[in-house]
């Protein structure tokens, strides 16, 4: 067995008439995010990391944005499909969602929750602003950076 990590990266703008999900949460928040299934980019993120740590190419390879069987899915259910490619298992993992708004603190406990039940593993959320600064400042989207340690077979 060997321990690897991955980094993962995702950025969704926001968008009129949609909901707003972060790590299987809905929130209740004036826009959602754009894209073609969910627009989880918590999720996003934690899945990239977890392809990463295990060899197995990115986010877009395995769920590309112009395959209508990911149109609308939720991206729970994209991470259970990368978790059933992975030849092992996750140990932890740690995510940071960069946004103005909304804040995540009063849904940070459920988030982690929800994902550490579909990974079997610890999952650490947290939250900061890009205080002000850039397009994340200007509250037209959210990113987040997540890094995941994976135990291979």
Avoid at 14 to 41: C, K
Avoid at 112 to 129: G, H, I, P, W, Y
């Amino acid at each position: 067995m060997s321990a690897r990590v991955g980094i993962g990266y995702d950025v969704h703008p926001f968008a009129d008439r949609r909901r707003l999900v972060l790590g299987g949460v809905e929130i209740p928040h004036e826009r959602g995010l754009a894209g073609h299934s969910d627009a989880d980019v918590l999720t996003h993120a934690i899945i990239d990391a977890i392809l990463g740590a295990g060899g197995l190419g990115d986010l877009g390879t395995w769920f590309p944005p112009d395959e209508e069987q990911w149109r609308d899915a939720q991206s729970l259910d994209m991470l259970a499909v990368a978790l059933g490619n992975l030849s092992g298992h996750v140990l932890n993992v740690d995510a940071t969602l960069v946004c103005e708004a909304p804040r995540i603190g009063p849904h940070r406990a459920e988030m982690e929750r929800l994902l550490a039940q579909a990974l079997s593993a610890n999952v650490n959320v947290k939250a900061t602003t890009n205080e002000g600064l850039g397009w994340i400042g200007r509250g037209e989207g959210i990113a987040c950076v997540a890094v995941a340690m994976v135990e291979l077979d």
